[in-house]
């Protein structure tokens, strides 16, 4: 059986009779069991999974009616919560922690008949770009099992790359979802802030993350947005869109479009690969008949700091939650005062999320307060302003999603400004809340490459059709695992 095939492929193959829910996911679940040990994509695998899919072939043997996901196996972030299901968030604190109900995410992928093959490594609290920082182990890239496969929906990236489901959710914050889509060799998508969801997704930074599909394809994420985006009364900063429907269209092409190379983010630091993809990735476009010019985006300089001072601020703020009473793990309260109680019950946070809760204590704190957090906040003003400007222009801004290629596990990770500059590309769109995707151009020395495409708010139909137009002109070897 081909695990290789699409989401669409896969609806087609079932619907047509060529092969069955069970069949799949249970080949599906055995792929996890032959390679997952060396690739470490999961932290959960669903034992209901294959039951689940039997079902939903007894529901169209029957005449029933059928969701549109016809029983795919999906892969989920561990940090959105699925009803009586763990929901650790690859760390220690929330080792045992059952969520008590479905995202609305989740709701809406049980509605279409979606399987849920198992949850994903990540980095804790989706603190990291390498998924090095989970408390269970590092994923290992499938394309190289020695590099890391990015971060932090790492798990998610390296799962549908690995051909172990046929798609995933994961989170993107700063480049979440994009870095792994990049260094994994798949789509990865950062939807308009508010068009999809965030109730069920433990939080990290509330004002800037966004769940986000992570697919073989680009039709695939149009197809899992058209099903998972939407107002929700559950999440106050969810915003209409206009019940859109993003596969429809989607070879509409770019001819006469204008797009923007945004030259801060293929400046000094940029791996040779990437940089000769990056342009010959302008020589696709502009054979596609778009006109791409060369632009500047100057606070882009600025957006790293800006983006860590805001994330840790409201990380520091999210994770006090985890006192250890209302969430944790099994540790005697006898012998403790309250201060001494919680600052040891918390020694079970990794050191990234450690570093994160310090820097958000001390950042907004009296007498700093406007020394950095303002000031960052100045910054992501500017930029979006800066945005803006160019959208008046520009149908679309590209750049290389990661300017490196994938590095080795453990290169990086004890230095985490070297670390921190690996979002470069990607704090952008986050910090402006545009849509942005990556999409798998090209392959060097074994390892992908992919170009991130930007486009203005709620332009998500558009930057579809133009990461399809980009996506037709490529051809990718297969993983190698």
Request: glycine share 8%.
């Given at each position: 059986m081909n695990l290789k095939i699409s989401a669409l492929e896969y609806v087609q193959e079932v619907k047509n009779g060529n092969i069955s829910a069970e069949d799949f996911t249970a080949k599906t679940v055995e792929r996890i069991n032959q390679?997952?040990?060396?690739?470490?994509?999961?932290?959960?695998?669903?034992?209901?999974?294959?039951?689940?899919?039997?079902?939903?072939?007894?529901?169209?043997?029957?005449?029933?009616?059928?969701?549109?996901?016809?029983?795919?196996?999906?892969?989920?972030?561990?940090?959105?919560?699925?009803?009586?299901?763990?929901?650790?968030?690859?760390?220690?604190?929330?080792?045992?922690?059952?969520?008590?109900?479905?995202?609305?995410?989740?709701?809406?992928?049980?509605?279409?008949?979606?399987?849920?093959?198992?949850?994903?490594?990540?980095?804790?609290?989706?603190?990291?770009l390498t998924t090095e920082f989970s408390a269970y182990g590092p994923t290992h890239n499938p394309w190289n099992l020695d590099c890391v496969p990015g971060g932090s929906s790492g798990g998610s990236g390296a799962s549908v790359g690995a051909l172990e489901c046929v798609a995933s959710l994961g989170s993107d914050t700063g480049g979440s979802v994009r870095n792994p889509a990049s260094f994994c060799g798949i789509v990865g998508y950062k939807p308009t802030y508010g068009l999809i969801s965030r109730f069920g997704l433990i939080s990290y930074a509330n004002s800037i993350e966004q769940i986000g599909p992570m697919t073989r394809t680009?039709?695939?994420?149009?197809?899992?947005?058209?099903?998972?985006?939407?107002?929700?009364?559950?999440?106050?900063?969810?915003?209409?869109n206009s019940n859109q429907n993003y596969l429809s269209g989607i070879d509409a092409g770019?001819?006469?479009?204008?797009?923007?190379?945004?030259?801060?983010?293929?400046?000094?630091?940029?791996?040779?690969?990437?940089?000769?993809?990056?342009?010959?990735?302008?020589?696709?476009?502009?054979?596609?008949?778009?006109?791409?010019?060369?632009?500047?985006?100057?606070?882009?300089k600025y957006s790293v700091a800006a983006y860590y001072t805001i994330t840790a601020t409201e990380a520091g703020s999210n994770l006090a939650r985890y006192d250890n009473l209302l969430y944790g793990y099994d540790f005697p309260v006898e012998g403790y005062e309250f201060n001494s109680y919680i600052s040891k019950a918390r020694t079970k946070f990794g050191p990234e999320v450690t570093r994160r809760m310090i820097l958000g204590g001390f950042v907004p704190s009296a007498g700093h307060a406007g020394k950095y957090f303002l000031k960052a906040l100045k910054v992501k003003q500017k930029l979006t302003r800066e945005i803006t400007e160019l959208f008046k222009k520009y149908d679309y801004l590209i750049a290389p999603t990661v300017p490196i290629l994938p590095f080795k596990i453990g290169e990086k990770i004890d230095d985490p400004i070297a670390l921190f500059l690996v979002d470069i590309n990607t704090v952008t769109?986050?910090?402006?809340?545009?849509?942005?995707?990556?999409?798998?151009?090209d392959v060097s020395n074994g390892l992908p490459i992919g170009m991130q495409i930007m486009a203005n708010t709620m332009e998500d139909k558009s930057l579809l059709q133009a990461a399809f137009a980009l996506e037709s002109t490529v051809k990718l070897p297969e993983v190698p695992i």
């Open positions: 390679i997952d040990d060396k690739v470490h994509a999961f932290l959960d695998v669903n034992s209901d999974a294959v039951e689940r899919a039997r079902q939903i072939d007894k529901k169209i043997k029957s005449g029933e009616n059928v969701g549109g996901c016809f029983g795919m196996p999906i892969s989920i972030k561990d940090n959105i919560c699925i009803k009586d299901s763990r929901t650790s968030c690859a760390s220690k604190m929330l080792h045992d922690f059952i969520a008590p109900y479905d995202a609305t995410v989740i709701s809406k992928l049980k509605a279409q008949d979606a399987v849920f093959i198992g949850k994903a490594n990540m980095d804790e609290f989706a603190m990291g680009v039709k695939d994420t149009a197809f899992l947005l058209d099903i998972i985006s939407g107002q929700d009364p559950n999440d106050d900063t969810t915003i209409s770019i001819e006469g479009k204008k797009i923007g190379i945004i030259q801060e983010m293929i400046g000094d630091g940029i791996d040779p690969a990437v940089l000769s993809a990056t342009k010959n990735a302008v020589s696709k476009f502009e054979g596609l008949g778009a006109t791409c010019e060369y632009v500047s985006l100057d606070m882009v769109a986050n910090l402006t809340g545009i849509p942005a995707i990556s999409v798998p151009f």
